[in-house]
């Protein structure tokens, strides 16, 4: 008697946790795809509680949102399946319902059906990866170069292809923003690229492994020292588009960040002639383990 009691306490249970489960998931579902503004995720920074990926600006981050969609209708699939399976188990061959157990202990159709499906599904998965990690690396004839080399705690940019200039990138002090400007994600000098332009980049870093992320432009490549990576972006709207460095880097390792911004061909070309002039006569800074910026000859000096 007790443990028929026990028994059906704990179907109750299970009951109350598998509807809240699904109530979650339900509202977690219209969030994601059709939430608020404060829930949806922003494009080029990341917006207050936001649940989904911040919004495409490129090609690559396009069928990033597609694929990403895909595998969420799979996932759901899955787990209402495989919940409405536990259900059916619990409300149908419960002590109560099913006093005396079936002692069947093979069942081909379904021994096959578990085993052909999953494989299915994760062919069905496979395909679209492949061509996304294709439309990544395999990289298209490029309008510029932008190559970039990561340094503890900050970037440095050069333009091959428009004069070979080169400047540093530090984040701006919370105490120097500007209203407008993003905490923690603000930099003195920003990356300056063409709209619907592809742009190659080339990653390499000066002293250990950092990684190069741009979220919005569905971009994350490791910064790795003596070696030297490329990826690609097309940007596809004008605007200023924020990363990070993704790899754990050393003590200021948050306080790298990525900043590029989105201009017509008419204001790329009149911001490369003024970059020239202004980069060409300015020494390279280098920042020191104190965080000091200093002429990189003084520097040489000091140590």
């Not at 494009?43 to 989904?52: A, K, L, M, V």
Request: with cysteine; charged share 15%; aromatic share 8%.
């Amino acid at each position: 008697m007790g443990v028929t009691i026990a028994m059906k306490s704990w179907i109750r249970n299970a009951a109350r946790t598998a509807a809240g489960f699904i109530v979650g998931m339900t509202g977690l579902l219209v969030l994601a795809l059709t939430g608020t503004g404060a829930a949806l995720a922003g494009t080029g920074q990341p917006s207050p509680w936001q649940i989904n990926l911040q919004g495409a600006a490129s090609p690559v981050m396009e069928s990033i949102h597609s694929f990403h969609t895909f595998l969420l209708v799979i996932i759901i699939g899955v787990v209402l399946l495989v919940l409405a399976l536990l259900i059916l188990v619990i409300v149908r061959f419960n002590e109560k319902s099913n006093p005396v157990p079936s002692r069947t202990t093979h069942n081909t159709l379904i021994e096959v059906l578990w085993t052909v499906v999953p494989v299915l599904i994760l062919v069905a998965i496979a395909i679209p990866s492949f061509r996304l990690l294709f439309l990544e690396l395999d990289l298209p004839k490029a309008d510029l170069t932008v190559k970039v080399t990561g340094h503890q705690w900050y970037w440095s940019y050069e333009y091959p292809d428009n004069g070979a200039f080169s400047f540093d990138s530090l984040m701006v002090a919370t105490a120097d923003l500007k209203p407008d400007q993003p905490r923690l994600l603000t930099v003195d000098n920003e990356v300056v690229v063409p709209v619907n332009k592809i742009v190659r980049i080339q990653v390499t870093a000066a002293d250990v492994i950092h990684s190069f992320a741009l979220p919005s432009f569905g971009v994350k490549i490791d910064a790795l020292p003596g070696r030297l990576n490329e990826s690609w972006f097309q940007a596809t709207k004008e605007g200023v588009y924020y990363g990070q460095c993704s790899e754990l880097c050393g003590r200021d390792h948050a306080f790298m960040p990525i900043a590029i911004r989105v201009v017509s061909d008419a204001e790329f070309a009149s911001w490369v002639e003024k970059a020239k002039q202004e980069f060409a006569s300015v020494e390279t800074p280098e920042r020191l383990a104190q965080g000091d910026i200093v002429p990189a000859v003084a520097g040489a000096a000091a140590r």
